[in-house]
């Protein structure tokens, strides 16, 4: 599906947006057919919303999602992300060694600085 119908001949029309061309809204835009004629369109932007529920803002409990980041090893800590509003908490990285300690804490384990 094209952007518009051209008012003259009913064909569809993509609407030509070089170099930023016919974004401004209440401004007249110029664009002609492969009929030969031109004609003139405005821009509309229109908004949409999509809402969730986010019980954690709520009094419920966040729900955590361990997110991609720059490897652990790196930095010595894991990132994650409440699925609900998008908080996020950095946490200590667990230790590789499976010692029950974070990296941090680790002396077996080599964090680099």
């Known amino acids: 599906m094209k952007d518009v119908v051209c ?10 947006h070089d170099d930023g061309y016919g ?4 401004e007249l835009y110029q664009q002609e057919c492969n009929c030969g004629k031109t004609f003139v369109y405005t821009t509309a932007i229109i908004f949409n919303y999509d809402v969730y529920k ?8 966040h729900k955590m999602r361990k997110t991609r980041r720059v490897p652990w090893v790196i ?4 990132r994650y992300r409440c699925e609900y509003c998008g908080e996020r ?6 230790c590789s060694k499976n010692c ?4 941090a804490e680790c002396w077996d384990c080599e964090v680099p600085k």
């Not at 008012?7 to 030509?16: A, K, M």
């Not at 986010?54 to 409990?61: D, Q, V």
């Not at 029950?100 to 990296?103: E, G, L």
């Open 100 to 103: 029950n300690k974070n990296k």
């Open 23 to 26: 974004y401004e809204e209440d």
């Open 7 to 16: 008012p003259y001949c009913g064909e569809e029309q993509e609407i030509n």
């Open 54 to 61: 986010a019980p954690c803002l709520n009094g419920g409990s």
């Open 75 to 78: 930095v010595g800590e894991e």
């Open 89 to 94: 908490e950095d946490r200590p990285a667990p």
